[in-house]
């Protein structure tokens, strides 16, 4: 069976991606990065950033909270020094990009549209900064004009991370699509708030963004939503830890999902993802990929 997947002028070998901040650069894990369909990086910002305090990552049993706050070396350090030693690496690549303005993001598109680099992923989702992040992404007509704006400074592959946080991603993604996006990832991080049992917050940044098998369900209602209601390829994302879990955002209309949380207990999750769900394909046996993708909301 052929699984490749073409999103705007990318043709992905594989529907299974790294997803952005749980794979670094993908430089430490060559051999995941190479086998699998793509990675996305961490994000990126006009200036460097240390991030929020400690402690970070809150764990409870349905998966992690986290605040890292966009911690990156910024644009220029990126593409001085990392964005060389990406060329090593034969794997798609999606560089996340996150701006506190519509100028920077239309900056970050500009500056990085290299040959190496794929496509962006425009981070109008993260929950863990007081200005841009999951705020922009709250509001339709922000992502559109974010979205317009990257458009604008590139021919690469746009994607559009949304959050599914106080707002319907049928609007956003309706909003991503009249920007010109090629596909929107469903979905960054809920929000969370872990407390100390002194009734402090448990976390540096105060609170978090929620990822793991905890919000798994949700994703896929989230993609399953959208897929059926916006003409617009959706990448899935959301507590995927093994093959099934990739399969069910597939079949609620995904055309590639991304692994994250997966990857920061083990780093070949990707990976593994990948082979299981390729097995599943042929016990199922499986005749052509596109039969797969949406089947549930045909079911329905
Ligand atoms: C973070 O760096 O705080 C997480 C990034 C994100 O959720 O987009």
């Known amino acids: 069976m052929n699984f490749e997947v073409q999103l705007g002028r990318t043709i992905f070998p594989n529907p299974v991606l790294a997803a952005s901040g ?38 409870f049993p349905g998966g992690i909270i986290n605040s890292v706050g966009l911690e990156n070396p910024g644009l ?45 992923e425009v981070n109008v989702s993260c929950p863990n900064v007081a200005e841009g992040g999951a705020l922009f992404g709250q509001d339709p007509k922000m992502v559109e004009r974010v979205t317009r704006v990257v458009r ?34 469903l979905i ?3 929000f969370g708030l872990a407390l100390q049992k002194d009734g402090t917050p448990f976390l540096g940044g105060r609170t978090g963004g929620i990822s793991g098998p905890a919000i798994k369900h949700f994703a896929l209602f989230c993609v399953d939503r959208v897929a059926r209601a916006v003409a617009i390829p959706v990448i899935g994302c959301g507590g995927i830890m093994n093959g099934q879990d ?27 993802v990948w082979c299981e769900l390729r097995l599943l394909c042929r016990k199922n046996r499986f005749k052509n990929w596109a039969d797969v993708i949406g089947r549930t909301g045909r079911s329905s």
């Open 152 to 185: 604008q400074q590139t021919d690469k592959t746009v994607i559009v991370k949304l959050t599914a946080n106080f707002i319907d991603p049928v609007e956003t993604a309706k909003a991503a699509l009249a920007g010109g996006a090629d596909a929107v990832t």
């Open 246 to 272: 990739a399969l069910d955002f597939i079949s609620a209309g995904a055309r590639l999902v991304q692994v994250g949380t997966a990857s920061l207990r083990n780093p070949y999750a990707p990976l593994e």
């Open 76 to 120: 220029k350090r990126f593409r001085a020094e990392i964005l060389p030693r990406l060329a090593r690496l034969k794997s798609r690549l999606i560089v996340n990009i996150a701006g506190f303005s519509i100028e920077e993001f239309g900056l970050l598109a500009e500056s990085l549209s290299s040959e190496r680099v794929d496509g962006f």
């Open 188 to 190: 960054n991080t809920l």
């Open 22 to 59: 749980t794979f670094g650069f993908g430089l430490d894990f060559p051999r995941v990065a190479n086998a699998i369909g793509g990675i996305v990086t961490k994000a990126i910002t006009v200036e460097p950033r240390a991030g929020n305090p400690p402690p970070r990552i809150y764990e």
